[in-house]
């Protein structure tokens, strides 16, 4: 064998361990890229989209509670003809009053979920995706607003004048429950793809 098939032979046998080295390091490096986006997903959905869809599914099924006793309410109350006897008014007071406290109840429950949502939100919001952030800030704006404008007994403390002006404030609002409804599902499928 010659010194050039002997050069020849050796560059062969290198460039094909260097050709296999370089797709190990390219296998490995996608391999790392894959496992470190599963965790960061696996902390999203952890920590910030699976906990809030808890509480946003929550507040959406009160909504829909609420809104039946609404309808009822009307149904009952305000478009039933009730004698005009005392005692059939002093008892549909009191029903409609009982009703009242209920809703009351119900509501207090989406103040209290609220308040975990924007625990949620102020402890884990490094973890959200960036297209959310506006959206997500409106809830916390709403969530202020409706501590701040509010007194003791739920009754507004704003004049009707400058709420107006300024702007509704929503208990939540539905772009909300359908953003973190839509990213948990999409980050749920994102992970199931990558696990495979």
Known sequence: MSVEEVIRLLFSFLGGGLVAGLLDWLRAAKSERTTRRIEYIN???????????FYTSRNAAIFELDDSFQKAYHKEFIEKQWSEASTTQDRVNQWANQTIALRKEYLAQIHKNNERILEILENHYSLIEPDDAEILTR?????VRMRTENDESGRFRTPHLIYKQVGDISFMRPEF?????????????ELDRLVK
């Open 139 to 143: 809830f916390v704006v709403d969530y």
């Open 177 to 189: 429950i359908n953003l973190i409804d839509k990213r948990f599902k999409e980050k749920k499928a």
């Open 43 to 53: 902390s999203q959905l952890r920590e910030l989209y699976g906990p809030l869809q």
